[in-house]
């Protein structure tokens, strides 16, 4: 049969599995350029990065036209796939944040224009590098930044988050109003949980497949640990210091 990779359903169990049943239409051809380890690391960070970037944000792949977009935490899972997006396919002017030189030196190598640390106030970084503001902002981590989210974001302009955590449940966003700016959240498993359009994200993992094959984008697979060691693969992710994906190797 055909090769495929998709990101699955969160009302379905099946991640650790060997097997799983799927929605057909959730699924999209494996890059034939990656090995099934490679693509592992693919669907749920590009689905995540793709539908905040160019259905939450309304900017069609390629109509970027040099706009500001901060990503905040771009050196992780989804972080890292979604600078490459953003630069290559989006024509963003991407900005991303990192906190260590390891991680900053990951989002330069991924195409961020410029790279500021996210542990520091946002605005004087912005401000000494010299932008007046972002028009868009796709963050990683959750709320409890978001004043100084709005605080750098333009007049109309629009923040994705993928995580909302405790802080979510008391955010103020009346300083939006000024601004006429747009708070959203993403999460990619609405469509298949929901039964609304999950053939989209067909199409799109067929499409990212085929720049993962062009080379226009590149895997963020960077470690991966055998099943025995899922705990740790689970103690690093929470450091929240991680680089790229981690994939368990449940079978051979």
Known sequence: GDEVYFAGDIGRAGAYAEFVCVDARIVGRKPRTLDMVQAAAIPLTALTAWEGIFETFNVAPGAGDGRTLLIIGGAGGVGSIAIQLAKRVGNFHVIATASRPESAARCRELGADAVIDHSLPLAPQLHEAGYDGVAFIFSTATLDNFAQMVDVLKPLGHICVIQGGPSAQSVNVAPLMPKRGTLSFELMFTRPSTGMEP???????????????????????????????????????????????IVLRVAN
């Open 199 to 245: 053939e989209r994200q067909g199409a799109i993992l067929n499409r990212v497949a085929q720049l993962l094959d062009d080379g226009v984008l590149a895997t963020t697979l960077t470690t991966v640990l055998p099943w025995d060691e899922a705990a740790e693969a689970h103690r690093r992710i929470e450091t929240e210091h991680t680089l790229g994906k």
